[in-house]
């Protein structure tokens, strides 16, 4: 088969538009994590195959790298109502305004609002069944704003949320979060609590295949990058370079650092698993002239056709939805054309898309 050759890169939104049948939204998990389906993209000669996620092992050789973001996602959505009245308000908390190892008793917290026209600044919000109530301090645009949080009854924030909150599965799920959300919207090795959406690409392991790959000389790195909501927000403008990204923090400590150069050194692969893994990466190298060491910072960094890739040799991903950064990072990372082609041929396979959906490895 041919090598593809490059095009130039599309700019408009519109080229990344596609027509998805919703019965192929995948609203709930498979039982088995790791029996989804996986379709695999070779970049250099255009060869698509069709494979199951549990045969990964006849996809990577020994001395890789997985590199995999193990941030936690918090049930950071509460459901209350104002005080005085029943109607119910949505209060998604994003990230505290004051980051601290000590816990105050009323943290101040930015926050999404529903519906933001009846949370004026000093509108009190009661939590239903706890004495915790919450204070509106000011309000942004599309509803953003800082609220304050009177803990009553519970030690910490941590403790509130998995007390009362609600995971914040994403919106195209049509439904309202469940009981089971809490475990399988959530990576098996997560363990820095911050996110507001989860890895997913990161959904489809267990421990057995994480086995499996160690003893076949696959190695494991881990980085941080707390997903904000804004992996969720629509792309506003035409020309996709006048988008701006919301920030997201990230850390990579100096051991998956070290670990990703001598990786790089030995001639091993370097897989990231998961969007979010290759911009943590590139944002470092963009960072630091081609360079990766330990660093910890907010990351802007929007990747679209003509991003030049430094750090992620492979990428494992779950299927995009249309006009979507992350669809864009993907297709920077092969080609437009070659990705909208392999989305079709998902589509008329039923491959299961967005978050609990099936992957693909693009190597």
Request: proline content about 6%.
């Amino acid at each position: 088969m041919s090598t593809i050759k490059s095009q130039p890169p599309g700019l408009q939104l519109s080229d990344y538009d596609f027509t998805l049948p919703r019965h192929l939204v995948a609203r709930y998990p498979l039982a088995q994590r790791d029996h989804s389906r996986m379709m695999t993209l070779n970049r250099r000669t255009g060869a698509v195959g069709h494979d199951s996620f549990n045969n990964l092992l006849q996809w990577v050789q020994p001395g890789d790298l997985l590199v995999l973001n193990n941030t936690q996602v918090l049930p950071a959505r509460l459901l209350g109502n104002r005080q005085g009245h029943t109607g119910k308000v949505e209060i998604f908390l994003l990230h505290p305004t004051i980051v601290s190892d000590k816990t105050p008793q009323t943290p101040i917290w930015y926050a999404l609002m529903r519906p933001a026209k009846k949370l004026k600044p000093g509108t009190r919000i009661e939590l239903p069944n706890t004495k915790t109530t919450l204070t509106v301090l000011s309000q942004e645009e599309r509803g953003k704003g800082q609220v304050q949080i009177h803990l009553d009854g519970f030690e910490t924030m941590e403790a509130l949320m998995t007390a009362v909150g609600e995971m914040p599965i994403p919106p195209y799920l049509e439904r309202a979060a469940e009981k089971s959300d809490q475990t399988t919207y959530q990576t098996i090795y997560a363990k820095v609590p911050g996110a507001q959406a989860a890895p997913t690409a990161g959904l489809h392991f267990t421990e057995t295949l994480f086995d499996a790959l160690k003893q076949h000389g696959v190695n494991i790195a881990e980085l941080t990058l707390s997903v904000s909501s804004g992996t969720f927000r629509d792309v506003e403008t035409e020309d996709i370079t006048g988008h701006l990204m919301d920030p997201e923090h990230y850390r990579l400590n100096s051991e998956a650092a070290q670990t990703i150069l001598e990786t790089k050194r030995q001639g091993g692969r370097v897989i990231a698993v998961g969007t979010t893994v290759a911009k943590t990466l590139e944002t470092i190298a963009q960072k630091y002239n081609g360079q990766l060491q330990a660093d910890t910072d907010w990351s802007r960094l929007f990747i679209y056709p003509g991003f030049q890739f430094q750090m992620v040799d492979a990428l494992l991903t779950n299927f995009h939805l249309p006009k979507t950064t992350l669809l864009m990072l993907v297709s920077a990372f092969s080609r437009r054309e070659f990705i909208l082609n392999a989305y079709e041929s998902a589509i008329q396979d039923e491959y299961r898309f967005f978050s609990y959906g099936d992957c693909m490895l693009i190597h």
